[in-house]
Every structure is written in C-alpha cells, then in structure tokens.
C-alpha cells in the first residue's frame, strides 16, 4: 500500500528524532525495499548524535559484520570521540546549575516562594547568566545523542528560568519544544499533552511572530501532536477539538490536507463524536481536489452518495490503509466496527426490509455472522427492528427521531463552540 503512504508527506514537518519510529514501521511492514529504508534511517541519523545507531544501520545496510570497519565507520568513530568530548565539555560548564536544579529540596523551595528565576540564582547562589543557560545546550546536547529523560529533565527547569528572561524567547520557545518532542519519545502521553497545549497558547499569544509564523507552527503542532492524539485515551477527541478550530483548519487546508485522513478516522472511530460527520463532510468536499484517500472516499461514498456497493469496496481500501500507516494501526478494529455501524444505520433509514445477505456482502461479513452482529447492536443500540430469520431480513420499525432528539442533536456543540468562543473574547481585550 505504498501508494496510500503519508511518511513522506508527514516528515516534512517532524523532527528526524520523531521520523525514525515511522521507519521502523515501514521495514516491518515491508512497504518498501529494506535498503531503501535503512538508507533513508541513515540519513536520519547523520542529522543527530547517536553515532553507535548510525554505525549499526551502516553495517546492516552494506551486510558487513559486527567487528568490521571502512573508511565511513573510521570517520564515524571519529565524530564519536568529538560527541562525547563535547558533552564531558558542557557537563563541565553546567556543573553548577546541575547541582541546584539536581537537589529536588532547593528547586521545591524557590518554586513555592516564585523565586526560581535567573536573577535570583545568580545573586544568591554566585551563579553568572551564562552558566544558567548553559542549561539549555547541556540539555539539547543530551536530546541529539538520544538521552531523552535526561534531556525532558534539565529542559523542565530551564523553562521557567528562561521564560522571564525577555533576551531569550527563543530559547525558551525552542525548550517548549524540545520537552515536547523528549516526552513524546518517552511515550509519556498525559505530560506530552500538557506540553501541546501550552505550545498552542503560547504560538497563540499576540507578539508571537508574523502570520506566517504562526502557520508554519501550528502545521508542526498538528503533525508532533498525532504521536498523542493516537495513543493518549483521550486522543481522538483532542484531535477533533484542535483541528475543528479556525485556526488549525485554515492551516490544515492551506499546508498539509493530508492530516484530514487522520481527522476523518479519528470522527469515524470515536462515538463520542459522531456528531461532527456533517462537518467533516463539509471540509471533506472543500478540499476533494487537494487530497483524498480510502478513509475519505468512504464517508463521502456512505453519507454524500449513498453508494452503499463504493463504500464496501472503500472499507475493504480502508483495511489495508490503517494497517499500514503508523498512526492509524492501533485503531483499526474500532475504525472498522464503526464503519460497518455507520452503514448498517444509514441503510436502516432508506429502507423498511432489508435482505440479510445483501447486508452481509456489504458489510465484507458471511450471513450468519452479519446476523449475529445485527442482533447485538439491536439489542445494544435500542434499534426499533426485528429480524426474521424465516425470510433472512431485517424489518425496520419507524426511523424518525423525536423533537426532543433532534434538539439535543443540534446543539450537542454549543457549548464548546461557546468555550471558543469565550476564549477569542478574551484573547482580544
């Protein structure tokens, strides 16, 4: 399913750190060539510090054995014995603010009192500024040679130190986010999602760059944020929550339309958010000339076209594409079921009996498993419809939502499109 692939759309806008996970899905998956893969990881690593992984993939690229050397492993080992002069060199330099930010006593101490800052730590602990933003250096020195909990850690305190200091917003945003990258390789999702959602504020806030600036940021946060939006429990619903806003949407369709096959599976996946297939059907439609994709084709084919024989044959596509993209395998089970649902009730509103069979073939099950399946979810669901297994059909009773459902349909959204909008007030005074 290489044609499906978005690897090389979504490494555009990732940190190589972040690519490399995405490429050892792809060789187990057997998508490409494994020399393709292993030379595109190499090329990954050259751009970081983890010279004993580059090392290993150079020699299962060119099959040479464990003990081997050539001319690029020489300059290899070279680049080795530099790394770790460079960090036995800063670990030096940031020796001092290493033992304050080290004794957790102190550190608990300075926060209670909202002392921890720059200019208290140097003049009550004899510090000079250029040894407490050494910090940073030390800490991205750690991240680029992989040592991500070391690198999460000394970034944790060096945030606050750097937020108050006007001079260096820039490193400030730039630790943002790379504490956000190192929790997201530490599978850490409930500490990546608060870090997220600061970035958010923080790219939001009015003296943040120019337009463009703040395009190009929140297309990085979309895709860094697919990590968590499909691994944290509540991920599906973050990711409806952030790319519903205007914001997030008009870069979404200016940068990366891709991100909506991630968008559309994570509507179609979650039943907490089924009301937001209108929406996404919308978006769907506005950007069908830019991009589209089993995932997509599908709910236009079930809910645009009612073609119940397009949308099989997109859900047995659809199959095949969660399997084989990183993001969206975890969620395949629940994709499918939900999908067959979505059919299932669709088919329910247009017509009064339903052949079993024809149901089943659409629904890619055999007819006494497509009979099973029905039966729960009408039992489940509450379904007004009885089956008839005499005659092998589904007979509908009346499929007309109540006054009192139709209202609470229609404002399902209310209040958070009103949390919105209380928010954009208030960014506004």
Known sequence: MAQYDL?????????????????EFLELQEVYPEKELLQGK???????????????????LHGL??????EKLAEMEARKTKVVEELER?????????????????????????????????????????QVHVLYRFAKAQYMCGNYTDAAEYLFHYIPLSSGCPDRQSDFFSALWGKFLCEILMQNWDTALEDMNRLKE????RNFGTAADQLQQRTWLIHWSLFIFFNHPNGRNGIVDLCFQDKYMNAIQTTCPHILRYLTTAVISNKKRRNMVKETLRVLEQERGSYSDPITEFLECLFLHFDF??????????????????????????????????MFETYCRIHKVIDIKMLSHNLNMDADEAERWIVNLIRNAHLDAKIDSARGHVIMGSQFPSVYQQVIDKTKSVCYRSHLMANSLSKLE
């Not at 190499?42 to 299962?60: E, G, I, R, S």
């Not at 054995?65 to 050539?70: F, L, N, Q, V």
């Not at 923080?202 to 806030?205: D, Y």
């Not at 395998?329 to 999908?339: L, Q, S, T, W």
């Open 309 to 342: 024989d397009g949308a099989q044959k997109k859900l047995q596509e659809c199959d095949k594409v969660l399997q084989s993209d990183f993001f969206l395998v975890g969620c395949r089970d629940e994709f499918i079921e939900n999908a067959r649902i979505f």
């Open 65 to 70: 054995a464990e003990d081997a050397t050539d």
């Open 42 to 60: 190499l090329d990954a690593l050259a751009c970081t510090n983890m010279v004993d992984f580059q090392m290993d993939t150079y020699k299962k």
């Open 90 to 130: 800063l670990s030096e330099e940031a020796a001092p603010i290493l033992r304050i930010v080290g004794n957790e006593s102190i550190v608990q101490a300075l926060r209670k009192d909202k002392m921890f800052s720059v200019q208290h730590l140097v003049e009550e602990y004899e510090l000079t500024v250029e």
């Open 202 to 205: 923080v790219i939001a806030s």
């Open 7 to 23: 690897t090389h759309e979504n490494g555009k806008y990732l940190d190589r750190h972040l690519v490399l996970p995405l490429l």
